[in-house]
């Protein structure tokens, strides 16, 4: 099996974002899950920033923008967050663009907007994991 960079911290985060659909359901604007999880993730006293500014590089250079996303969990998850019918093609290419962007090797898409379940994906970007990153064999 393929060895996955901040596994147990992916699974803590997720466990926290289940918590929130099970109890809210679908059907809510982006920003009331947001909150939502920013409390479940308190209440769980899980590390995580809302809407930290990361920075952002082209060609090995930094730029003056800067990339914002939903949450930054553990100070290694960049967290884009979709309240929407379902996941496109266009909402992946979005996250993947911002790890590209700013150097970080896992994000997390995670739709609270879907009618059965909780939708959300990982992305891992190998070529952006740091020599002292902590690798599950799981």
């Given at each position: 099996m393929k060895p996955e960079i901040y596994k147990d911290e992916g699974y803590k985060f997720m466990g926290a974002a289940f918590e929130v659909y099970n109890d809210r359901g679908y059907g809510m604007a982006?920003?009331?899950y947001q909150e939502c999880l920013e409390i479940e993730l308190e209440l769980r006293a899980?590390?995580?920033?809302?809407?930290?500014?990361?920075?952002?590089?082209?060609?090995?250079?930094?730029?003056?923008?800067r990339y914002v996303p939903d949450l930054f969990a553990f100070g290694c998850l960049v967290v884009e967050l979709k309240a929407v019918t379902q996941l496109i093609s266009d909402?992946?290419?979005?996250?993947y663009n911002y790890l590209r962007l700013t150097r970080q090797p896992v994000g997390y898409l995670v739709n609270f907007g879907h009618k059965d379940t909780l939708e959300w994906k990982r992305f891992t970007l190998s070529e952006f994991i740091p020599a002292s990153a902590p690798i599950s064999a799981d």
């Open positions: 982006e920003e009331i899980l590390p995580f920033q809302s809407k930290q500014e990361l920075a952002s590089f082209y060609k090995g250079r930094e730029l003056k923008k909402h992946e290419a979005q996250l």
